[in-house]
Nanobody
């Protein structure tokens, strides 16, 4: 039921930063675990981060740990992904997804349309 819209992607140089937003409607995002996935052409969709219901835990893929931070703004019904120290291998379409649990598999109930992140010189 919850509908998600990502924004904030773009082109950045290696070492740069971006802040992705996942805005929700149709339901309260705080009732959901929210994940960020990414997918590059020819590669499997990969979970890069997830925040559990009530912010009990935040989870990160090893490849982004220490560089990415997931957070909520309940008043805006929005989840963010702050991405720092970006690398070319971070280039992908980034999707937010909502479910009741944080799963590694891309089987979340609701998905956004994706936003392109390109890290290149």
């Amino acid at each position: 039921q919850v509908q998600l819209v990502e924004s904030g992607g773009g082109l950045v140089q290696p070492g740069g930063s971006l802040r992705l937003s996942c805005a929700a409607s149709g339901d309260t995002l705080d009732r959901h675990a929210v994940a960020w996935f990414r997918q590059a052409p020819g590669k499997e969709r990969e979970r890069v981060s997830c925040i559990t219901v009530s912010d009990e835990n935040t989870l990160y893929a090893n490849s982004v740990k220490g560089r990415f931070t997931i957070s909520r703004d309940s008043a805006k019904n929005t989840v963010y992904l702050q991405m720092n120290a970006l690398k070319p291998e971070d280039t992908a379409v980034y999707y937010c997804a909502a479910d009741f649990f944080c799963s590694l598999a891309p089987d979340f109930h609701s998905w956004g349309q994706g936003t392109q992140v390109t890290v290149s010189t």
